[in-house]
């Protein structure tokens, strides 16, 4: 199932005291607001409760994201997460490391305004007055059709359609329609790099010379006047 990330300006602070260690505290999510337009197409609302059953992993705080730079994580006791009537509060305590100093400054002097979290959707519904849907990763099922009295047409932003009940929204005389071409040139230009990658041996070189610390001469290719795959 695909991650999702959702960003929101919101309240974070850096606290540093010379006898503490340093703290992270915001919320990463805020419940019953509805969202900025994503995508230039729809906005989403988070209800309370939708991390409650979550909240008892292994769950990390990272910087951007980055799995190579973490901040905290709730297995050491580094990342603190709890819901209140607000949202999803956070509290870090980011290491001594470039990546913590490195957070801690850009949110003390106000460059860094924003939370964000990654999840995976696992049950969601649609307003029953919406004229139109736009929909991405998630399912839609005969359920969400039904209830979506004012439904006029659906809009899914991708390639496909196997994970819409095409026989429900044909029953109400609903189109269906797809973006065959949405991601062609990020899908081609990731084509070109894992072609051009392979030729070159760009992986296999890099974990050589991670290992051996030198740099490792490796037999390359020349793409020119060839064709490959």
């Not at 409650?52 to 994201?65: C, E, P, R, Y």
């Amino acid at each position: 199932m695909k991650i999702e990330r959702r960003y929101f300006p919101i309240e974070i602070r850096a606290d540093v005291a010379p006898d503490a260690p340093a703290t992270l505290t915001g919320y990463a999510a805020v419940f019953g607001e509805l969202s900025q337009v994503i995508f230039g197409m729809f906005r989403e609302k988070i209800e309370r409760g939708a991390f409650a059953a979550s909240l008892g992993g292994d769950i990390k705080a990272l910087w951007n994201h980055d799995t190579n730079l973490p901040l905290g994580r709730t297995k050491s006791g580094t990342l603190k997460l709890a819901e209140d009537t607000h949202g999803l509060r956070v509290e870090i305590n980011p290491p001594d490391t470039q990546a913590g100093r490195d957070a801690l400054e850009s949110i003390r002097r106000g460059d860094v305004d924003q939370m964000s979290f990654g999840f995976q959707v696992l049950e969601d519904t649609w307003d029953k007055q919406a004229d139109g849907m736009v929909i991405r990763t998630q399912p839609l099922g005969a359920a969400s059709v039904a209830k979506a009295r004012a439904l006029k047409i659906v809009s899914r932003h991708g390639v496909g359609y196997d994970a819409v009940d095409v026989p429900a929204l044909n029953a109400r005389g609903i189109p269906l329609c797809i973006v065959g071409d949405v991601n062609s040139s990020g899908v081609a230009e990731h084509a070109m790099m894992l072609i051009l990658a392979a030729t070159h041996r760009l992986i296999a070189a890099q974990h050589i010379s991670d290992c051996l610390s030198s740099h490792i001469q490796q037999h390359r290719v020349e793409l020119r006047h060839q064709t490959r795959g």
